[in-house]
Nanobody
Framework: QVQLVESGGGLVQSGGSLRLSCAVSGRTFSSYAMGWFRQAPGKEREFVGAINWSGYRAYYADSIKGRFTTSRDNAKNTVYLQMNSLKPEDTAVYYC?????????????????????WGQGTQVTVSS
């Protein structure tokens, strides 16, 4: 059974940083792309970023580009989301997602249909 467990969420002041982790078990982690999504209260879930199986290419939503970075450690079966310069509008539940594919780009990365397993989510709250 594939399991994704996020950690690292919490409360931070505007301008602060957090690093989310997502540990994957039950599947060959290094063969698949991984994604990050978030859902704010009253809003639909939206794409944040994704990283290809090798870790050499990542894609980001325009809203967080330049502030967030995703990376992965295939030896540890873990993907990370480093979030800097956080803003109150970044407040949301953040989810990691396991890709069905090795590579993605553009729309394919942002499409939830490109992912087949999801974590339970971790809350990130940014105070002003």
């Amino acid at each position: 059974q594939v399991q994704l467990v996020e950690s690292g969420g919490g409360l931070v002041q505007s301008g602060g940083s957090l690093r989310l982790s997502c540990a994957v078990s039950g599947r060959t982690f290094s063969s698949y792309a991984m994604g990050w999504f978030r859902q704010a209260p009253g809003k639909e879930r939206e794409f944040v970023g994704a990283i290809n199986w090798s870790g050499y290419r990542a894609y980001y939503a325009d809203s967080i580009k330049g502030r967030f970075t995703t990376s992965r450690d295939n030896a540890k079966n873990t993907v990370y989301l480093q979030m800097n310069s956080l803003k109150p509008e970044d407040t949301a539940v953040y989810y990691c997602a396991h890709g069905r594919i090795q590579y993605c780009s553009g729309y394919r990365c942002a499409n939830e249909g490109s992912y087949d397993y999801w974590g339970q989510g971790t809350q990130v709250t940014v105070s002003s």
